[in-house]
């Protein structure tokens, strides 16, 4: 995935609403063809080691009713994007929304948000540009990182220079929308530790795990935002730090680490930039739940349905995940991070992690 300026992310905008007027002229009714994206339409890219589409795809045509509204709505949010790129400004993709509905063609307004934010995807697919290029940003994520890093990012007023220790409260350093534009200066860390739950980073952070073994911790909250499956990336890529994982013992939370490690499948487009294949679960697995006697819930019928689903998944067909998985549907329970504690507040930091990523062979 590229990373152009202003001017040559505009430029690829302006050449994909030309293909429309080009295909006009050539008598073809108007068609935009993206990837199908579903899980069977997601395969193994051996050389890059993450999972990207296939070669099905789906075709956005002018030959319905329905389809015509979307190469619309397609024809007027590369208008705006445009003319945002030309005047150096941004927006929120709830504000493209919002915005959609002062355009003067009724047709070319989005029904609900899901519909503009998959015209974005859309239009990063086809343009081969990402949504960052197009300034165009999430609603805050929240998400930090708390370790020792020293490091430069740019701000409007100029650059700054801050270390996500020292620099910072007990919050951490927040992510950028586009962590690109950060510089990486100097750094003491052992392994980037990336925890599901706030609770459980307060946790650590309080306990002092990030100073005591060099940890970068770095709080996904909850489904990972871009933004922070990027920064974790370059991390790993650009100092060399083992990343982990450490979430919840349910299926969901597989899911979690499973677009930090392969990529989403909503997202699959993105994977060479945003996923980290070297990433490693640390917990909390199925087999600690037996082996520590956790507090559980019982599996609901979405969870059972989604370790099945799992299954069946490209993502945790190894035999790491097929064996976990299969040992949850048996014991037909689920745990969380924090049921550690039924063993003490230092227990998590004192012996899980420490045994965990020394048998990782992280420490």
């Known amino acids: 995935m590229s990373a152009p300026n202003s001017d040559q992310a505009r430029n690829k905008l302006i050449d994909l609403a030309a293909q429309f007027y080009d295909q006009f002229e050539l008598g073809e009714i108007p068609h935009m063809s993206v990837p199908t994206r579903t899980k069977s339409n997601i395969e193994y890219d051996e050389e890059a080691d993450?999972?990207?589409?296939?070669?099905?795809?789906?075709?956005?045509?002018?030959?319905?009713?329905?389809?015509?509204?979307?190469?619309?709505?397609?024809?007027?949010?590369?208008?705006?994007?445009?003319?945002?790129?030309?005047?150096?400004?941004?927006?929120?993709?709830?504000?493209?929304?919002?915005?959609?509905?002062?355009?003067?063609?009724?047709?070319?307004?989005?029904?609900?948000?899901?519909?503009?934010?998959?015209?974005?995807?859309?239009?990063?697919i086809v343009s081969e540009v990402t949504r960052e290029d197009f300034h165009m940003r999430p609603e805050e994520s929240g998400a930090t990182i708390m370790g020792p890093l020293f490091l430069r990012e740019q701000t409007r007023r100029g650059e700054r220079e801050i270390h996500c220790q020292e620099d910072v409260g007990e919050g951490g350093y927040q992510i950028p929308n586009n962590p690109d534009t950060i510089e990486f200066l100097d750094n003491d860390a052992e392994?980037?530790?990336?925890?599901?739950?706030?609770?459980?980073?307060?946790?650590?952070?309080?306990?002092?795990?990030?100073?005591?073994?060099?940890?970068?911790?770095?709080?996904?909250?909850?489904?990972?935002?871009?933004?922070?499956?990027?920064?974790?990336?370059?991390?790993?890529?650009?100092?060399?730090?083992?990343?982990?994982?450490?979430?919840?013992?349910?299926p969901w939370s597989y899911r979690i680490y499973g677009s930090v490690a392969y990529g989403s499948i909503k997202s699959a487009h993105l994977s060479e930039y945003l996923a980290t294949p070297a990433a490693q679960y640390i917990g909390i697995q199925p087999a600690d739940i037996v082996e520590y006697d956790l507090p559980t819930d019982p599996l609901s019928d979405s969870d059972i349905n989604a370790l099945q689903s799992e299954l069946s998944d490209p993502r945790f067909q190894t035999d790491y995940w097929e064996e976990q998985i299969e040992l949850q549907l048996e014991i037909e329970k689920k745990s969380e991070q924090q049921s550690l504690a039924a063993r003490g507040l230092d227990f998590v930091t004192d012996s899980y992690l420490p045994e965990r990523l020394t048998d990782m062979g992280v420490l």
């Open 50 to 124: 993450v999972w990207v589409y296939g070669d099905r795809e789906s075709r956005r045509t002018a030959n319905t009713v329905s389809g015509a509204r979307k190469l619309l709505k397609a024809v007027y949010t590369v208008e705006f994007l445009s003319e945002q790129l030309e005047q150096d400004r941004s927006s929120t993709l709830r504000e493209l929304y919002y915005l959609s509905e002062s355009w003067d063609n009724e047709n070319a307004q989005f029904n609900d948000q899901d519909e503009s934010n998959q015209l974005i995807e859309d239009l990063e």
């Open 191 to 250: 392994f980037i530790l990336a925890v599901e739950t706030g609770g459980m980073r307060d946790r650590l952070v309080e306990n002092g795990f990030d100073e005591e073994y060099g940890a970068l911790i770095v709080h996904l909250k909850g489904q990972p935002a871009r933004a922070t499956r990027r920064i974790i990336k370059r991390l790993h890529d650009e100092l060399d730090l083992p990343v982990t994982v450490f979430a919840d013992g349910d």
